[in-house]
């Protein structure tokens, strides 16, 4: 069974940064897309970020210029660089790898969440 490890949330204030990874283990075949997600209480999981295998990446318009996110293909890992972090980024981030089971079946994987809490 895949598994997905966050690491990396914490207390910052406001303007600081935070750097969140992500790792993906028992994969047999390769990961193609690995993300960002987060949710704050009573709201649906949101998109911050995500990328492809070749790098190709997308950002959540509330983080564009602020955060950075980047993967090591090799170790099957993934980074969110969070930079000029405001209270608003206050959430979960859950990190997500979309992991080819089979030669043309991806399963979407999912971590059980970092907290990320920036104080005014």
């Known amino acids: 069974q895949v598994q997905v490890v966050e690491s990396g949330g914490g207390l910052v204030q406001a303007g600081g940064s935070l750097r969140l990874s992500c790792a993906a283990s028992r994969v047999i075949f390769r990961v193609n897309y690995m993300g960002w997600y987060r949710q704050t209480p009573g709201k649906q999981r949101e998109l911050v970020a995500r990328i492809t295998r070749d790098g190709i990446t997308n950002y959540a318009d509330s983080v564009k210029g602020r955060f950075a996110i980047s993967r090591d293909n090799a170790k099957r890992t993934v980074y969110l660089q969070m930079d000029s972090l405001k209270p608003e980024d206050t959430a979960v981030y859950y990190c997500?790898?979309?992991?080819?089971?089979?030669?043309?079946?991806?399963?979407?994987?999912w971590g059980q969440g970092t907290q990320v809490t920036v104080s005014s």
């Open positions: 997500l790898a979309g992991v080819l089971t089979t030669l043309t079946t991806t399963v979407d994987y």
